[in-house]
């Protein structure tokens, strides 16, 4: 339990800034109803994010590398995805 505890403290800043990414957004329907996306579609991104870090060359011990490489990339991303569907 304890390895657990650790595992998720020292991933508070990734889960804080996706997080706050999501409810971002949802709020784009205040500004368009047709700006509407699903959790799946966040969940997707963030999934394969996760993934592209071995990849890419990430190493696993390098924990703050990694927790950095997951923020910009999952940042990346999504602003790649949602903004190719804005008009």
């Not at 706050?20 to 969940?43: A, C, G, H, I």
């Not at 990694?66 to 903004?83: A, C, G, P």
């Amino acid at each position: 339990m304890k390895g657990i505890e650790r595992i998720r403290t020292e991933n508070i800043p990734v889960g804080l800034r996706v997080s706050r990414l999501f409810f971002v957004l949802t709020d784009l329907t205040n500004v368009d109803p047709m700006y509407q996306y699903s959790l799946d579609f966040f969940k997707f991104i963030f999934g394969n994010t996760l993934k592209s870090a071995e990849e890419n060359g990430v190493d696993k011990t390098k924990k703050e590398e990694k927790r950095k490489y997951w923020i910009d990339e999952f940042t990346r991303r999504l602003y790649s995805n949602v903004s190719r569907s804005l008009f």
